[in-house]
């Protein structure tokens, strides 16, 4: 069935430091891809998507690209800074439904 | 700046006793969408409304948990009897059902501890 397998967590990181949250998927046909990140004692929001093969998704530094050879959507920001601390969440959607099916979260820590 | 909102934000009860949560969805946004997030299971779809139809339950233990959308302003869920296994933090969502364009905005989150 249809699946994302998200990096196991917690991550660590300096300020200022590379990031990549690692993303794989299982699905048949085409999905969209998605990116959500949780704040502490918030609701999910969306981060970023892709919905076909080599769209890239960026916002606030954040970017992922959809890889159909690998089936891949690694997220990555080149220097992240203490807000950026949450739990990120990697989902896809399969093409023509509505639901999405998430990853476990991967909880990111960016210290001072 | 539309939002989707929950209440009650927090709720504590006893085993037993019937819990009703709500969702005000997004005005205009005809999917909604209940998820319920622990730490073992972490992000599972509970049910979900197109046009305030149920598509799908599956994720729902049927006996005790039911999801309504009495209208296109509100989305219920209610657990009765709830038991301590169902604490959680619950998750209402919405989107405009369009496909790939489609977003899914997510309210704040009810937290649910049954004692």
């Known amino acids: 069935g249809d699946s994302v397998t998200q990096m196991e967590g917690p991550v660590t990181l300096s300020e200022e430091a590379f990031l990549t949250i690692n993303c794989t998927y299982t699905a048949t046909g085409y999905p969209s891809l998605f990116w959500y990140v949780q704040y502490p004692g918030e609701g999910l929001q969306l981060l970023l998507k892709a919905t076909k093969a080599d769209d890239k998704g960026s916002n606030k530094g954040f970017e992922a690209t959809y890889r159909k050879e690998t089936t891949s959507f690694h997220l990555e920001k080149g220097s992240v800074q203490v807000s950026d601390s949450a739990v990120y969440f990697c989902a896809l959607r399969k093409t023509g439904a509505n639901n999405l099916f998430f990853g476990t979260g991967t909880r990111l820590t960016v210290i001072p | 700046d539309a939002r989707v909102t929950q209440t009650p934000r927090h709720k504590v009860t006893e085993m037993g006793q019937e819990v009703t949560m709500r969702c005000q969805p997004i005005l205009g946004h005809n999917t909604v969408f209940w998820y319920r997030q622990t730490m073992m299971q972490g992000l599972e779809l509970l049910a979900y409304?197109?046009?305030?139809?149920?598509?799908?339950d599956s994720g729902m233990p049927k006996d005790r948990f039911s999801a309504e959308m009495p209208d296109a302003t509100l989305a219920t869920l209610k657990i009765q009897p709830s038991e301590p296994r169902d604490s959680a933090v619950y998750f209402c969502a919405s989107g405009t059902g369009q496909g790939a364009r489609d977003t899914q905005y997510f309210g704040p989150g009810t937290r649910l501890t049954v004692l």
């Open positions: 409304f197109r046009n305030r139809a149920p598509l799908d």
